[in-house]
């Protein structure tokens, strides 16, 4: 870059412009758009996976995949730095607000987290991590097993600061999000080599979505019910692999892109089986890496003007220290797809934001 038995799927072809997303996403608070049904209720978002989600995890541990210094959080309210791996907000901030629920979602590792934020959610992700264990263990993150044992933590301080009743009533009715696979493919398969060691990538997805679902399972065993599992994006598409691996033309990397789609494809197959077989669990797979295309390969109709580049430095290839205080930036970050060479700007998440919401939001329940 770095979901949620509700398979957000109800047709809508709606593009808002970006400074209307912009306008959207800096004005709201708790005031919902989506208006849910009056008996449906999503008291918190909570967050698994990797940069996509990570609000700032990253910034305690002793890593190089970190973004808690500018040009990162350019445009975030005080251009503040806050360790999200974008110029302002992510996609669990903007799903959060625009459900009603809070404005920004803290990261679990905050050293300021208070505990009136944990009834409402926060995030346990961590940019660099994946599915297989290797990918954490690569870029010095917090795997989803740590990821886990910090959720259990968080179960044991939500029953500490209220009845068990309302613990239950929140772990059991919040939305959880799930959110890896970028890494494992982009930076443990094919950047690093490291899995085609042992695996071809029909095997290694395979461990990918075996991991998922170990993964999954375990959350449940904890009390989550409604889980939304995000798609592989179009990995070949992004800045640094169209610069790595797309020629001297930069086109999308075919085998990068190959490659998502075969986990995918896996991956929602085993979803669909599984939701089949635990009617009262809401486990969806979220499909994220058609309406990233949609945008790469139809950016006038989102109002985007570049695709194939960030906006920190050349764009080419720069993500966390490499997009730095001496890195130059874009003028205007809302007609950029991409922040740096991995991760989209706010105003391309909004584009996501509303997209999944608009499809897998009347499946949460």
Not at 124 to 142: E, H, N, R
Not at 206 to 221: P, Y
Not at 328 to 333: A, F, G, K
């Given at each position: 870059m770095a979901t949620p038995a509700y398979s957000f799927r109800r047709c809508s072809t709606m593009l808002f412009l970006p400074y209307v997303l912009l306008f959207l996403s800096t004005t709201l608070t708790t005031t919902a758009i989506v208006q849910l049904p009056s008996n449906m209720s999503i008291p918190a978002v909570i967050v698994f996976g990797d940069s996509i989600g990570d609000q700032g995890n990253n910034n305690n541990l002793t890593t190089l995949i970190k973004c808690n210094f500018s040009p990162y959080g350019k445009d975030f309210k005080g251009k503040f730095a806050t360790g999200r791996f974008?110029?302002?907000?992510?996609?669990?901030?903007?799903?959060?607000?625009?459900?009603?629920?809070?404005?920004?979602?803290?990261?679990?590792?905050?050293?300021?987290?208070?505990?009136?934020?944990?009834?409402?959610?926060?995030?346990?992700?961590?940019?660099?991590?994946?599915?297989?264990?290797?990918?954490?263990?690569?870029?010095?993150?917090?795997?989803?097993?740590?990821?886990?044992?910090l959720f259990k933590d968080y179960i044991k301080r939500l029953e500490d600061s209220m009845e068990k009743k309302q613990a239950h009533y929140i772990i059991s009715n919040s939305l959880y999000l799930v959110i890896a696979g970028t890494d494992d493919l982009a930076n443990t398969y094919f950047s690093t080599g490291v899995g085609r060691v042992e695996y071809d990538i029909?095997?290694?997805?395979?461990?990918?979505?075996?991991?998922?679902?170990?993964?999954?399972?375990?959350?449940?065993?904890?009390?989550?019910?409604?889980?939304?599992?995000f798609s592989a994006p179009p990995v070949g598409c992004l800045p640094a692999q169209r610069t790595l691996a797309g020629g001297s033309l930069r086109v999308c990397a075919k085998d990068r892109n190959e490659a998502s789609q075969l986990y995918n494809s896996k991956l929602s197959a085993k979803i669909d089986l599984f939701a089949k077989k635990h009617p009262h669990l809401r486990v969806a797979y979220v499909d994220i890496y058609h309406p990233l295309l949609d945008i790469i390969q139809h950016p006038r109709n989102y109002g985007i003007e570049v695709v194939d580049r960030g906006?920190?430095?050349?764009?080419?290839?720069?993500?966390?220290?490499?997009?730095?205080?001496?890195?130059?930036?874009?003028?205007?970050?809302?007609?950029?797809?991409?922040?740096?060479?991995?991760?989209?700007?706010?105003?391309?998440?909004?584009?996501?934001?509303?997209?999944?919401?608009?499809?897998?939001?009347?499946?949460?329940?």
């Open positions: 974008t110029n302002s907000k992510t996609p669990p901030d903007l799903l959060a607000a625009e459900l009603g629920i809070k404005e920004l979602i803290p990261a679990y590792l905050d050293p300021n987290l208070h505990s009136k934020d944990l009834p409402t959610g926060v995030s346990f992700a961590s940019g660099g991590t994946g599915y297989d264990p290797q990918t954490s263990i690569l870029a010095s993150v917090l795997g989803l097993s740590d990821q886990l044992k029909g095997a290694y997805t395979n461990l990918m979505v075996d991991s998922a679902f170990n993964f999954i399972k375990e959350l449940v065993k904890l009390g989550a019910r409604r889980i939304g599992v906006c920190c430095g050349t764009g080419d290839i720069e993500v966390a220290v490499l997009c730095n205080p001496t890195s130059p930036t874009c003028l205007n970050s809302s007609n950029h797809l991409f922040w740096d060479s991995y991760h989209p700007t706010e105003a391309g998440y909004m584009f996501l934001t509303r997209r999944i919401l608009d499809e897998n939001i009347y499946k949460i329940y």
